[in-house]
């Protein structure tokens, strides 16, 4: 399956933004879909954000819609999280993930994930 590899997390204080990133081995990242979930202290993982093979269909938890924007660059085989109007409740360790139906939706089977992003946010 494709590796992913996520880019450095970070410490912002309450109504900033982070924009984190996740590189995908490999030439196959553009028929996968992607989705970014993320696990607060005390929490169960949850999902954040969803896209689909062709970045047209984007999917957003409610507690994000609004803040957050998920996209990718299959050229790059990259996939991209920005966090806007972020608050303390968004400090998680954040994950990509991978799923080869191409869909993105939260109810998709991601096989492949990335390390884990800390990003702290302060209030």
């Known amino acids: 399956q494709v590796q992913l590899v996520e880019s450095e997390g970070g410490l912002v204080q309450t109504g900033g933004s982070l924009r984190v990133s996740c590189a995908a081995s490999?030439?196959?990242?553009?028929?996968?879909?992607m989705g970014w979930f993320r696990q607060a202290p005390g929490k169960e993982r949850e999902f954040v954000a969803g896209?689909?093979?062709?970045?047209?269909?984007?999917y957003y938890a409610d507690s994000v819609n609004g803040r957050f924007t998920i996209s990718r660059d299959n050229a790059k085989n990259t996939v991209y999280l920005q966090m806007n109007s972020l608050k303390s409740e968004d400090t998680a360790v954040y994950y990509c993930?991978?799923?080869?139906?191409?869909?993105?939706?939260?109810?998709?089977?991601?096989?492949?994930w990335g390390q884990g992003i800390r990003v702290t946010v302060s209030s």
């Open positions: 490999g030439r196959t990242f553009s028929r996968y879909g």
């Open positions: 896209i689909d093979w062709t970045g047209g269909l984007t």
């Open positions: 993930a991978a799923d080869n139906s191409g869909r993105g939706t939260r109810q998709s089977n991601f096989g492949s």
